[in-house]
């Protein structure tokens, strides 16, 4: 059910965007065919689009905001602060949720008792897609710091600005995982609840895809704390 003016929402989806206007939709008309009676909100935060995602955004019905020319982490941070839902979706504009995504992420932390989750996952593109499922669905989640991708987190509102939420550094989706998981339980759901694009594979190929994150990684690991 999407927010009312009466309504509040149980959860935000929040999404960052920059010149997505053509993988925008398929996102947004996933979150309107939800199947659930819960209320919730979609975010929308632009890097400075200089085609049509915000009017595409706002076509949908969701709220837009700016964010001047940072890497992703800010923009899921902006999206958060103006968020007013219980929990916070983050998905990417690239990402589709299935109709049973919020019903079940819901049922599946409350039971668990945890402050956040992912799910498993569909990379759909090329075939080299899925070793990067794979990594996501089986690799991650057996970490001793599991992560929880950017294109798939899914905490409380309370948790997220307690451990500081995402920053603007490399490979921030890592970094507040672990920053996450030093103070509150995760898990993996089991289920297939989004598919995302493996159009970076598909633009640099496997091997320079695992270099330009293991180069983000260097990075994160080696900066100063923001």
Do not use: Q
């Not at 065919?33 to 935060?45: K, N, W």
């Not at 919020?102 to 990379?123: K, N, P, Q, W, Y």
């Not at 898990?187 to 180069?215: F, K, M, N, Q």
């Amino acid at each position: 059910m999407v927010l009312d003016e009466v309504t509040p929402p149980v959860v935000s989806f929040v999404i960052p965007t920059y010149n997505e206007r053509t993988t925008l939709p398929a996102t947004l008309r996933s979150i309107d065919a939800l199947t659930t009676t819960y209320s919730y909100e979609v975010l929308v935060v632009d890097g400075g689009s200089t085609d049509a995602t915000r009017a595409v955004a706002r076509k949908h019905g969701a709220t837009v905001y700016h964010c001047d020319g940072a890497d992703v982490g800010p923009s899921r941070h902006i999206g958060a602060r103006h968020a007013t839902g219980e929990w916070l979706a983050f998905i990417d504009a690239d990402t589709t949720v299935s109709p049973a995504y919020l019903d079940t992420m819901l049922e599946f932390t409350t039971t668990a008792g945890i402050g956040g989750a992912t799910s498993h996952c569909r990379v759909v593109g090329c075939r080299r897609a899925k070793i990067a499922e794979w990594t996501v669905n089986y690799l991650f989640p057996r970490l001793s710091d599991p992560i929880l991708p950017g294109f798939n987190c899914f905490v409380t509102d309370t948790a997220y600005f307690e451990v500081g939420g995402f920053l603007d550094v490399p490979n921030e989706d890592v970094d507040f995982s672990r920053r996450f998981g030093e103070e509150y339980r995760t898990a993996t759901c089991p289920a297939i609840l989004v598919e995302t694009s493996a159009r970076r594979i598909e633009s640099l190929g496997l091997t320079r895809t695992l270099l330009y994150y293991s180069i983000r990684e260097w990075r994160r690991r080696t900066s100063p704390s923001p």
